[in-house]
Nanobody, 128 residues
Framework: QVQLVESGGGLVQPGGSLRLSCAAS????????IGWFRQVPGKEREGVSC????????YYEDSVKGRFTISKDNAKNTVWLQMNSLKPEDTAVYYC?????????????????????WGQGTQVTVSS
């Protein structure tokens, strides 16, 4: 059974850091892409980053470039999202999801409907 489990969320002050984990099981990670998305109640889901786990190619939403880094370890079947210089506007529930690698591209932020299954989400709150 395909499963994705996010962890690592929490409360952090502006300027701080968090590292989110996405643990995958039930499929061979290296053949797929993993995307990170976030959502605030009442607002549209937003693409954050994605990685082609086979080749390591990555894409980022403009607002997180230079602050967030996505990485993977195929042997551990895990993808991480390192978040530095966090801002209050980064507050959201963060989800990871799997997709065919073609949906990890410069337009991945509008490709959320092509991702699935999804993890349960982990809450990130940035506040002083």
């Amino acid at each position: 059974q395909v499963q994705l489990v996010e962890s690592g969320g929490g409360l952090v002050q502006p300027g701080g850091s968090l590292r989110l984990s996405c643990a995958a099981s039930g499929f061979r990670l290296g053949y797929y892409a993993i995307g990170w998305f976030r959502q605030v109640p009442g607002k549209e889901r937003e693409g954050v980053s994605c990685i082609k786990t086979g080749g390591g190619i990555t894409y980022y939403e403009d607002s997180v470039k230079g602050r967030f880094t996505i990485s993977k370890d195929n042997a551990k079947n895990t993808v991480w999202l390192q978040m530095n210089s966090l801002k209050p506007e980064d507050t959201a529930v963060y989800y990871c999801a799997v997709a065919d690698p073609r949906y990890c591209s410069s337009t991945f932020g509008t490709s959320g409907d092509n991702y699935g299954p999804w993890g349960q989400g982990t809450q990130v709150t940035v506040s002083s």
